[in-house]
């Protein structure tokens, strides 16, 4: 997948205030006409919204004209080892879509995508499942299935229920699950599902032999383009 050309990127950090308060970084591409969609993009279990894999996608994704929100669940804002337990992840979540929506919509980005890494892809597919409301996709990049070793999929029984338009994008060499088994636990989800795979890519999407830099570019690639044939109609990945 392509998208279009890169471009200036800046980005601020802000409270969200509330029953659940956190902290934000909104991240946008400094053409406020390069497109109108706004994804809230969750960390995985072991490291923050400011870990360099989701500092490096949510820049390489706003510079492709789709502005990116960031944030971090309760247990990194209050400084705690052991995430939250499902519930309160959600909670966050969709109190963090509320705010982030308000802020897109201020820019003109009227479609909303949820979506993480690992942990956080996983919640996102959880808010779709529930139904929260104004989803026009969900993005999952490296959606941990099992925990290694294992083979039962105790971690996708709820995508049967997710209607929404959902990207995973996996590591061929992904311990938490392969494209593989993506694709049969997804064989029930009612919504289009596009699975791309990341060929030699492990569940923190390194390559061998293949920059950091050159992944999160295509994985920017992929996000914003998936994204822009939601709107055409036209799917360049495996779709089921």
């Known amino acids: 997948?392509?998208?279009?050309?890169?471009?200036?990127v800046s980005s601020a950090s802000s409270s969200v205030p509330g029953a659940t308060p956190t902290t934000s970084t909104y991240y946008q591409c400094a053409d406020p006409a390069a497109g109108d969609a706004l994804v809230v993009l969750a960390h995985g279990a072991g490291a923050g919204q400011h870990h360099p894999f989701m500092v490096g996608v949510a820049q390489a994704v706003a510079a492709?004209?789709?502005?990116?929100?960031?944030?971090d669940?309760?247990?990194?804002?209050?400084?705690?080892?052991?995430?939250d337990r499902q519930p309160a992840l959600e909670a966050c979540f969709e109190h963090v879509v509320s705010w982030a929506?308000?802020?897109g919509e201020a820019r003109g980005r009227g479609r909303l995508f949820v979506g993480g890494k690992s942990m956080g892809g996983r919640i996102a597919t959880h808010l779709g499942a529930r139904g929260t409301a104004g989803l026009a996709g969900i993005i999952a990049l490296g959606y941990p299935l099992r925990p290694p070793g294992r083979t039962v999929r105790d971690r996708g029984a709820h995508l049967a229920l997710v209607h929404q338009p959902l990207l995973v994008v996996q590591g061929t060499r992904d311990?938490?699950?392969?494209?593989a088994d993506i694709r049969d636990a997804t064989a029930t989800t009612p919504g289009p599902v596009t699975i791309v795979s990341i060929e030699g890519g492990d569940h923190s999407f390194a390559v061998r032999g293949t920059p950091a830099r050159q992944?999160?570019?295509?994985?920017?690639?992929?996000?914003?383009?998936?994204?822009?044939?939601?709107?055409?109609?036209?799917f360049e990945a495996e779709l089921h």
Not at 64 to 71: I, K, L, M, Q, S
Not at 73 to 83: A, E, I, M, N, S
């Open 1 to 8: 997948m392509s998208g279009p050309s890169p471009g200036a």
């Open 64 to 71: 492709r004209g789709v502005d990116v929100a960031t944030f």
């Open 73 to 83: 669940f309760p247990y990194v804002h209050d400084r705690r080892k052991l995430p």
């Open 101 to 103: 929506r308000a802020h």
């Open 175 to 179: 311990a938490f699950g392969a494209p």
């Open 215 to 234: 992944v999160l570019d295509g994985l920017g690639d992929t996000v914003v383009a998936w994204i822009a044939g939601l709107v055409s109609g036209r």
